[in-house]
């Protein structure tokens, strides 16, 4: 079966742009998360969905990251006025169960802000 | 989230056992553990997890000392497709945050 599926996979964006990057979480599943990972890091929680609602954005790093999921399972994590500081991979991922073990990733959007 | 700690890179030779350490001290009595790695430009593996008990799979064992304060990762005979960055992750399961706290990992390379 599908598993997650992220578009686009590279996306190259000049500085001050707004970027909208895409999730299609595996059918079904109710959670959706969104991470982000800087070079040579670990990923890093953004922020958590349980179907269309948005229960966790502490990791949001400033108000310019916005991300919704208005019929549950489609998300789009949107960045406005795009800084250098945002070059990273965002990586979404979903899961079945709001207390399921295991979070299903998928490839990641590779932005870089030139 | 209980903090955990791992070597920063690992060597292993195809066939032989890889075995992975991550120290958890401070974890907690409702907290679990698990592994995930991640290959090269790809989003992260879900491995294996546990509470308390050792625990086996088609992919890895686990293994958590008695006083749960750490933990090891066994792949039982590595291939080259086993390279990649490991994680050890420790969280609270139940309620509505399950988000996963990652650390840097282990960067296990395994060769020829």
């Known amino acids: 079966g599908a598993g997650v599926s992220q578009s686009p996979r590279y996306k190259v964006a000049k500085r001050g742009q707004d970027v909208a990057l895409r999730c299609d979480p595996i059918?079904?599943?109710?959670?959706l998360f969104w991470y982000q990972q800087a070079l040579g890091q670990g990923p890093e929680f953004l922020t958590y969905?349980?179907?269309?609602?948005?229960?966790?954005k502490s990791g949001l790093p400033s108000d310019r990251f916005f991300a919704e999921r208005p019929e549950g399972s489609v998300s789009t994590l949107k960045i406005q006025r795009t800084q250098q500081e945002d070059s990273a991979v965002y990586l979404c991922a979903s899961s079945l169960l709001r207390q399921t073990y295991e979070q299903y990733f998928g490839p990641g959007t590779r932005l870089t802000v030139t | 989230d209980a903090k955990t700690t791992q070597p920063p890179s690992m060597d292993c030779a195809e066939g032989r056992a890889a075995n992975l350490p991550c120290n958890h001290s401070?974890?907690?009595?409702?907290?679990?553990v698990y592994w995930y790695r991640q290959i090269h430009s790809q989003g992260p593996q879900y491995i294996i997890h546990g509470l308390k008990n050792n625990e086996t799979n088609e992919m890895a064992s686990l293994i958590i000392t008695e006083d749960r304060k750490s933990s090891t990762l066994i792949l039982p005979h590595a291939t080259l497709r086993d390279t990649a960055v490991y994680y050890c992750?420790?969280?609270?399961?139940?309620?509505?945050?399950?988000?996963?706290?990652f650390g840097t990992g282990t960067r296990l390379q395994v060769t020829l």
């Open positions: 059918s079904g599943h109710v959670s």
């Open positions: 401070t974890i907690s009595g409702n907290e679990y």
């Open positions: 969905f349980q179907n269309e609602a948005q229960l966790d």
């Open positions: 992750i420790v969280r609270v399961v139940g309620g509505t945050a399950s988000k996963l706290t």
